[in-house]
C-alpha cells in the first residue's frame, strides 16, 4: 500500500481503522492476560480479589492519592537569588547557580578551570 497515492479521506479513514484495530487488540490482549493471572491465582487457591486486596496486608505500600500526600508548601518568590559565581573580569556580573548556564561559565568550564573560582566569596 502506497500511502502517498491515497486522498486524505482516504488516510483518515485507514487512521480510523488501525486506531480500531489496536483498541480491538490491547483488549483482547488485557482479556487475555487476566485470564491468565486469574488461572493462576486459582492453582494457588486464591482469586484474583484476594490476591489484589491483599497487596497491603503483605507489607507493600500502595502509593498514597494526591489527596492524602502529604506535600511542602510551595517556596515563596521573593525576587531574584544573590549572586553566588561572578564574573571573572565583570564582577558586576553573576549567576545564582540555578538554572540555565550564562555562556561566560559555560566558557570558563570548557577551559578546565574550576567552577569554585568563580565563587563570590573567593574574593577575586
Same mark, same amino acid.
Given at each position: 500500500m502506497e500511502l502517498a497515492k491515497l486522498s486524505l479521506t482516504e488516510l483518515r479513514r485507514l487512521q480510523s481503522r488501525v486506531e480500531t484495530e489496536i483498541r480491538r487488540r490491547s483488549d483482547s490482549a488485557r482479556r487475555d492476560l487476566l485470564k491468565k493471572v486469574q488461572k493462576m491465582a486459582a492453582e494457588e487457591g486464591l482469586s484474583l480479589s484476594d490476591l489484589l486486596g491483599s497487596a497491603s496486608s503483605t507489607g507493600e505500600e500502595k502509593q498514597p492519592s494526591a489527596a492524602k500526600r502529604k506535600t511542602k508548601p510551595a517556596a515563596k518568590k521573593n525576587g531574584t537569588l544573590p549572586a553566588k559565581y561572578r564574573h571573572p573580569e565583570n564582577p558586576a556580573v553573576g549567576w545564582s547557580g540555578r538554572g540555565r548556564k550564562p %555562556? &561566560?561559565?559555560? +566558557? &570558563? /568550564? =570548557? %577551559? +578546565?578551570?574550576? /567552577? =569554585?573560582?568563580l565563587e563570590a566569596s573567593a574574593g577575586k
Amino acid at each position: 500500500m502506497e500511502l502517498a497515492k491515497l486522498s486524505l479521506t482516504e488516510l483518515r479513514r485507514l487512521q480510523s481503522r488501525v486506531e480500531t484495530e489496536i483498541r480491538r487488540r490491547s483488549d483482547s490482549a488485557r482479556r487475555d492476560l487476566l485470564k491468565k493471572v486469574q488461572k493462576m491465582a486459582a492453582e494457588e487457591g486464591l482469586s484474583l480479589s484476594d490476591l489484589l486486596g491483599s497487596a497491603s496486608s503483605t507489607g507493600e505500600e500502595k502509593q498514597p492519592s494526591a489527596a492524602k500526600r502529604k506535600t511542602k508548601p510551595a517556596a515563596k518568590k521573593n525576587g531574584t537569588l544573590p549572586a553566588k559565581y561572578r564574573h571573572p573580569e565583570n564582577p558586576a556580573v553573576g549567576w545564582s547557580g540555578r538554572g540555565r548556564k550564562p %555562556q &561566560w561559565v559555560i +566558557d &570558563w /568550564l =570548557a %577551559q +578546565d578551570k574550576p /567552577l =569554585a573560582e568563580l565563587e563570590a566569596s573567593a574574593g577575586k
